[in-house]
């Protein structure tokens, strides 16, 4: 069945950088485009970042664009999200989704405090 599984999450003072990573399997990853959410407790979830599935097109929120990189290793089925220059903002619970599969993973908590 379809796994995503998130990591790298943390806690991090403004400013800092922190790496997510999310392992997939359970389906042919190098052929999905490939998304990351983030989402406040009381809030919708919301569209982060987004990377075809060759890796050749990226899209961004306006929130994380210039700050944030997706990319992606086909050949390790596995996402990632390079945050830097983060922002108290920044703080959510942060999940990966292969585009049209109806599945999520557990999420990673990223906390920007001081």
């Known amino acids: 069945q379809v796994q995503l599984v998130e990591s790298g999450g943390g806690l991090v003072q403004p400013g800092g950088s922190l790496r997510l990573s999310c392992a997939a399997s359970?389906?042919?990853?190098?052929?999905?485009?490939m998304t990351w959410y983030r989402q406040v407790p009381g809030e919708e979830r919301e569209l982060v970042a987004l990377?075809?599935?060759?890796?050749?097109?990226?899209n961004y929120a306006d929130s994380v664009k210039g700050r944030f990189t997706i990319s992606r290793d086909n050949a390790k089925n596995t996402m990632y999200l390079q945050m830097n220059s983060l922002k108290p903002e920044d703080t959510a619970v942060y999940y990966c989704?292969?585009?049209?599969?109806?599945?999520w993973g557990q999420g990673t908590q990223v906390t920007v405090s001081s």
């Open positions: 989704q292969a585009i049209g599969l109806p599945a």
């Open positions: 359970g389906f042919t990853f190098s052929r999905y485009s």
């Open positions: 990377i075809n599935s060759r890796g050749s097109s990226t």
